[in-house]
């Protein structure tokens, strides 16, 4: 396990956003340097995600399967962020000086046995099993008291912060309501003060559906769209169908059928860019019941980095219109033909 020692929250009073230190991931300049070369293939070293090597992880909290092979396992991950059960107690050791502990849960989803398929090479059938195994953890989440807010993310792509090649999600369940969060709170209660009580994302797929020219794929569960909003080139949200604030709200078939969506944007986007980076970001209402909320999922490529304007603004600058990126994953064909 890592150093738990190490990993504390510390408020950056500039922001009134928590970082989070954990030293235990990288203490040494040289392994800033393997953490970048590690996602190239490490040679000699096994992966341990391989099946054969389930001794290399830390001891296993579920197993998705068929025909007595797992073919999804969860396990907590080697070098936690955030890790033990301390409640959140915010020390104030000076006006500018607020840390809390690191509590809560840092888990790894093998996504697949193979060490090369991809997330967005699984059959329906794989899938249901990966959604099945992320509604688990958030049901689990809901119930340590802990953990205020769970964060499912896959990184793809050494771009992305990928450091193993093999396909893996991560959850993090944290003590504390993140920022980003904070932030769409408030563009939902904004909607709803301006707009009676209609949730935001619901109108947004209405409207999109309706006009039609950012709509990606659209099925009976989840509509992906390129939002008129988008920050990054072929950045994708997909939203599902059914008005839930929480993914385990939904029913599995629901859940499955939003993960399904989110495999046809991923291969519609490796299409038109190729083995693109990426990240994959679920967003969905903290475990405690705050207001309106819609859970969903951005999709975000990583075709060039945040630069110093964007680090130093937060103001992002977007080279490809939301409308020319949805016709191309709409028809990724057409794109191949007129060379675009
Ligand atoms: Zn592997
Ligand atoms: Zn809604
Ligand atoms: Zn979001």
């Not at 099993?129 to 964060?151: I, K, N």
């Not at 599902?240 to 629901?254: L, M």
């Amino acid at each position: 396990m890592g150093d738990a020692a190490f990993n504390q929250l510390r408020r950056n009073p500039l922001t009134g956003r928590w970082v989070t230190i954990a030293a235990g991931r990288a203490s040494r300049p040289q392994d800033f340097l393997t953490r970048v070369l590690a996602v190239e293939g490490s040679e000699g070293r096994p992966c341990p995600f391989c099946p054969g090597h389930e001794e290399h992880t830390p001891a296993e909290l579920g197993s998705y399967g068929l025909d007595s092979r797992w073919l999804v396992r969860v396990v907590p991950n080697r070098y936690p962020a955030f890790e033990g059960s301390d409640p959140m107690k915010v020390d104030t050791l000076s006006p500018l000086h607020a840390r809390a502990p690191a509590s809560g849960r840092h888990e790894v989803l093998i996504l697949a046995r193979e060490h090369d398929l991809r997330l967005d090479q699984l059959d329906s059938r794989r899938m249901a099993l990966v959604m099945a195994a992320l509604r688990d953890r958030f049901d689990e989440h809901s119930r340590l008291p802990e953990v205020a807010y769970t964060q499912a993310i896959v990184n793809y792509g050494r771009e992305a912060g990928a450091s193993l090649e093999h396909s893996h999600a991560q959850l993090l369940g944290i003590p504390f309501v993140p920022g980003e969060i904070d932030d769409e709170y408030r563009g939902f209660a904004e909607h709803q003060a301006t707009h009676g009580d209609g949730c935001l994302l619901c109108d947004a797929v209405a409207e999109e559906l309706a006009e039609h020219h950012r709509v990606v794929l659209a099925d009976r569960h989840a509509v992906a769209i390129a939002p008129w909003w988008s920050g990054a080139p072929y950045e994708m949200l997909i939203v599902p169908r059914t008005h839930r604030e929480r993914a385990p709200d939904a029913d599995p078939a629901e859940v499955v059928g939003v993960g399904c969506v989110l495999r046809d944007a991923l291969r519609r986007l490796r299409h038109v860019l190729g083995d693109v980076a990426y990240n994959v970001v679920v967003h969905t209402a903290p475990h405690q019941a705050r207001g309106t909320y819609h859970w969903h999922i951005h999709l975000l490529p990583r075709t060039s980095t945040a630069a110093g304007f964007e680090q130093g603004t937060g103001v992002l600058i977007n080279t490809v219109p939301p409308e020319i990126a949805a016709a191309d994953l709409r028809d990724p064909d057409a794109v191949m033909s007129a060379g675009r």
